[in-house]
Antibody, heavy 124, light 110 residues
Framework: EVQLVESGGGLVQPGGSLRLSCAAS????????MSWVRQAPGKGLEWVSA????????YYADSVKGRFTISRDNSKNTLYLQMNSLRAEDTAVYYC?????????????????WGQGTLVTVSS | QSALTQPASVSGSPGQSITISCTGT?????????VSWYQQHPGKAPKLMIY???NRPSGVSNRFSGSKSGNTASLTISGLQAEDEADFYC??????????FGTGTKVTVL
């Protein structure tokens, strides 16, 4: 059974940093691209970032480019999101999601499994 | 990258069929067959319902079906049931982003 368990959320001041983790199990982690998707309170889903199975390719939404860094440790079956220079508008539940497949190494085809999410609140 | 456009709400009575539209551009929905749909109940994680426009993952009811015409994708729920009441999001690969979600549609079962 595929399981994705996020951790690391919490309250942080504007300008601060936080690192999210996502522990994966039930599938060959290194064979699949992974992604982060967030949802602000009462709002819709927003794609944040993705990383290839090897970790060699990364992708970011314009809203987080230059501030967030996605990475993975395939030996630990864990996905990370390092978030720096946090802003109030980054407040959201952050979901870890498994990518169905990547076509030609760059085209994400969708997300078939999701974690339960971890809440990040940016406030003074 | 702007979000794909969905109606804010759609409603129907039990047993009826409803259709949710998802409008994008030739750079996303119209240009690629990588449209997927997600169901989200309050306080829960999204669940994949349709991928690659019209494919259903195992375990998803055949009451859910997807299609696409030009820059607009659609999700149809037939035989509407009380448990279908939820938020639904479309999404697509986009050449500029590389992924974008729709604005979301609240489905209400009357």
């Amino acid at each position: 059974e595929v399981q994705l368990v996020e951790s690391g959320g919490g309250l942080v001041q504007p300008g601060g940093s936080l690192r999210l983790s996502c522990a994966a199990s039930g599938f060959t982690f290194s064979s699949y691209a992974m992604s982060w998707v967030r949802q602000a309170p009462g709002k819709g889903l927003e794609w944040v970032s993705a990383i290839s199975g090897s970790g060699g390719s990364t992708y970011y939404a314009d809203s987080v480019k230059g501030r967030f860094t996605i990475s993975r440790d395939n030996s630990k079956n864990t996905l990370y999101l390092q978030m720096n220079s946090l802003r109030a508008e980054d407040t959201a539940v952050y979901y870890c999601a498994k990518v169905i497949t990547m076509v030609r190494g760059v085209i994400i085809t969708g997300f078939d499994y999701w974690g339960q999410g971890t809440l990040v609140t940016v406030s003074s | 990258q702007s979000a794909l456009t969905q109606p804010a709400s759609v409603s129907g009575s039990p047993g009826q069929s409803i259709t949710i539209s998802c409008t994008g551009t030739s750079s996303d929905v119209g240009g690629y067959n990588y449209v997927s749909w997600y169901q989200q109940h309050p306080g829960k994680a999204p669940k994949l319902m349709i991928y690659e426009v019209s494919n259903r993952p195992s375990g998803v009811s055949n009451r859910f079906s997807g299609s696409k015409s030009g820059n607009t994708a659609s999700l149809t729920i037939s035989g509407l049931q009380a448990e279908d009441e939820a938020d639904f999001y479309c999404s697509s690969y986009t050449s500029s982003s590389p992924w974008v979600f729709g604005t979301g549609t609240k489905v209400t079962v009357l």
